[in-house]
């Protein structure tokens, strides 16, 4: 079967999948359908070529989407063969420019060192962590905190840097 829950998708840039269709109490197939449902609806049709099916499209929309690949006979009757979930990505052209791109850690590391620092906003003395109003949490709690945010900042920020290797000339 395919392996669509691993396949890289961003809404509104194509994309491709294969399936691999090696189920013999399937009659004849006479066409391959893979279905989404989420943000969008949006129906392929697959390429049947020996055991495998190769499915291209794009979906408009960036969310979690239910997925199902269905035969079909010369009968017009449907053989379920997969149901999944598959998460698209938000078209990186698409973000506005007042979004703000920092992580929930990321976020919350910045109003718990604007408290620290006594520089808090309007917005970040009523920022609420965990269920507990920030100005109420003890400076104590707040370092304690803060060193936790800081790692899982760090971590996030270990994930996205991955290295790029450009060689210039021959």
């Known amino acids: 079967m395919a392996a669509l829950s691993k396949t890289k998708i961003t809404a509104s840039y194509a994309f491709t999948f294969t399936s691999t269709v090696a189920d013999p109490s399937l009659p004849a197939v006479s066409a391959f359908k893979a279905s989404f ?10 390429v049947a070529d020996s055991n495998t099916v190769t499915f291209s499209g794009t979906l408009p929309a960036s969310g979690l989407y239910r997925y199902s ?13 997969e149901v999944g979930d598959v998460t698209v990505a938000q078209d990186p052209t698409a973000i506005s420019i007042d979004t703000d791109l920092r992580s929930y850690a990321q976020k919350t590391l910045d109003a718990i060192e604007a ?23 003890p400076f104590k709690e707040l370092y304690e905190m803060r ?19 450009i060689r210039y000339g021959s």
Do not use: C, H, W
């Not at 936790?148 to 996205?160: D, N, P, T």
């Open 37 to 46: 449902r989420g943000p969008a609806t949006v129906d392929l049709d697959g």
């Open 69 to 81: 690949i269905i035969a079909l006979d010369a009968n017009s009757n449907r053989y379920l063969l």
């Open 115 to 137: 408290v620290l620092a006594k520089k808090a906003t309007s917005d970040q003395q009523a920022y609420t962590i965990a269920g507990r109003s920030i100005t109420k949490i």
């Open 147 to 165: 060193e936790l945010f800081r790692k899982e900042v760090a971590m996030q920020k270990r994930k996205l840097a991955k290295a790029v290797l």
